[in-house]
């Protein structure tokens, strides 16, 4: 009798896309101890943090002319004259909570994931307020608007336009406070980069240093304050700002730090499309919640070249193509 052979079934395995796998040492969280740097997607982050940045700019460069100049009602404007010296101390405290980021992120061990995750809330938020301002301009809160802002031209030329704007990517969106460009107020680009600063130094801070998350709450509690005794913005354009930037934050490391990539994908918010592109920009990052620590800049040239080390002993962190966590 003819012999029959059975032909061996084996069940079909799904892996996912090629990516990076970390082996060495772990943090306690799990979270590899280096991350990759990935020139593409930084490269892909400052590219979209800049054009974000630059849309704010172009959009009011071209809804000048058609915002009003009759302030609208605000219960604070009503009880708090306006304080015109306020306006330069806003700038000051949205200069100050940034320095304050900079700060952790060239002492902090993970300052380049740090600064990423920054890039991506601060272009996010950036994003959405273009489009609010594109859709909806308010006009300025001011006692005098006629002074503090600029003539309106009845039609805004391709000169005019490329002007402002020029003149707005060079002073990265701070103006003088006579003569300016009116209609950005909804909402509140100031404290829009206040929380995010805030956000990211009360997240990232070592336990031992938590009391020092003070500094840029203080910070940013004072700068919406003369926002809004300045007349800079109106009330609800700060309260929408400090909830928007919380929500996104915290929807943003709700995603990313959860412990296995199959929940993230498996999550109520990989459903919403800009989780797609967060899930992209964190899937060799697993799990992604952060072990704070300080480390020096450029620690591992100062060990080579500045500190004797023992010629015997070295670490290895070897990268390969396959990854740890297959496809749900």
Same mark, same amino acid.
């Given at each position: 009798?003819?012999?029959?052979?059975?032909?061996? =079934?084996?069940? %079909?395995?799904?892996?996912? /896309? +090629?990516? @990076?796998?970390?082996?060495?040492? $772990? #943090?306690?969280?799990?979270?590899?101890?280096?991350?990759?740097?990935?020139?593409?997607?930084?490269?892909?982050?400052?590219?979209?943090?800049?054009?974000?940045?630059?849309?704010?700019?172009?959009?009011?460069?071209?809804?000048?002319?058609?915002?009003?100049?009759?302030?609208?009602?605000?219960?604070?404007?009503?009880?708090?004259?306006?304080?015109?010296?306020?306006?330069?101390?806003?700038?000051?405290?949205?200069?100050?909570?940034?320095?304050?980021?900079?700060?952790?992120?060239?002492?902090?061990?993970?300052?380049?994931?740090?600064?990423?995750?920054?890039?991506?809330?601060?272009?996010?938020?950036?994003?959405?307020?273009? =489009?609010?301002? %594109?859709?909806?301009?308010? /006009? +300025?809160? @001011?006692?005098?608007?006629?002074? $503090? #802002?600029?003539?309106?031209?009845?039609?805004?030329?391709?000169?005019?336009?490329?002007?402002?704007?020029?003149?707005?990517?060079?002073?990265?969106?701070?103006?003088?406070?006579?003569?300016?460009?009116?209609?950005?107020?909804?909402?509140?680009?100031?404290?829009?980069?206040?929380?995010?600063?805030?956000?990211?130094?009360?997240?990232?801070?070592?336990?031992?240093?938590?009391?020092?998350?003070?500094?840029?709450?203080?910070?940013?509690?004072?700068?919406?304050?003369?926002?809004?005794?300045?007349?800079?913005?109106?009330?609800?354009?700060?309260?929408?700002?400090?909830?928007?930037?919380?929500?996104?934050?915290?929807?943003?490391?709700?995603?990313?730090?959860?412990?296995?990539?199959?929940?993230?994908?498996?999550?109520?918010?990989?459903?919403?499309?800009?989780?797609?592109?967060?899930?992209?920009?964190?899937?060799?990052?697993?799990?992604?919640?952060?072990?704070?620590?300080?480390?020096?800049?450029?620690?591992?040239?100062?060990?080579?070249?500045?500190?004797?080390?023992?010629?015997?002993?070295?670490?290895?962190?070897?990268?390969?193509?396959?990854?740890?966590?297959?496809?749900?």
């Amino acid at each position: 009798m003819p012999r029959v052979f059975a032909k061996e =079934i084996r069940p %079909l395995s799904v892996t996912s /896309p +090629p990516a @990076y796998k970390i082996e060495g040492r $772990r #943090c306690k969280s799990g979270m590899p101890q280096r991350i990759p740097w990935e020139f593409g997607k930084i490269a892909f982050l400052f590219i979209y943090l800049a054009l974000a940045g630059c849309s704010n700019w172009a959009v009011f460069s071209f809804t000048h002319d058609r915002a009003g100049r009759e302030p609208l009602p605000d219960i604070l404007f009503d009880l708090l004259p306006e304080q015109e010296w306020a306006a330069t101390w806003g700038d000051w405290s949205v200069t100050a909570n940034i320095l304050c980021l900079l700060g952790l992120i060239s002492l902090h061990r993970f300052r380049l994931l740090i600064a990423r995750r920054a890039f991506f809330i601060a272009g996010t938020l950036y994003a959405m307020r273009s =489009i609010s301002l %594109l859709f909806t301009q308010l /006009p +300025p809160g @001011y006692v005098n608007n006629a002074k $503090r #802002c600029r003539v309106r031209e009845n039609t805004t030329t391709l000169e005019t336009f490329f002007s402002r704007l020029g003149e707005q990517t060079i002073r990265m969106g701070f103006q003088s406070k006579e003569g300016m460009l009116c209609g950005d107020l909804l909402f509140s680009g100031h404290t829009l980069v206040m929380m995010t600063c805030t956000l990211c130094v009360a997240h990232y801070l070592p336990r031992r240093w938590k009391l020092l998350s003070i500094v840029p709450y203080t910070i940013s509690i004072c700068g919406m304050i003369f926002l809004i005794i300045s007349h800079t913005h109106y009330t609800i354009d700060v309260i929408f700002a400090y909830w928007l930037t919380n929500f996104v934050f915290i929807i943003y490391h709700a995603y990313v730090e959860v412990d296995m990539l199959v929940e993230r994908r498996q999550s109520v918010l990989h459903q919403v499309w800009i989780m797609k592109l967060v899930s992209w920009l964190e899937e060799n990052i697993v799990p992604g919640k952060v072990e704070n620590g300080f480390a020096l800049p450029f620690e591992n040239f100062l060990r080579r070249h500045l500190l004797v080390d023992n010629p015997g002993h070295h670490k290895q962190i070897s990268i390969s193509s396959a990854s740890t966590f297959g496809l749900p």
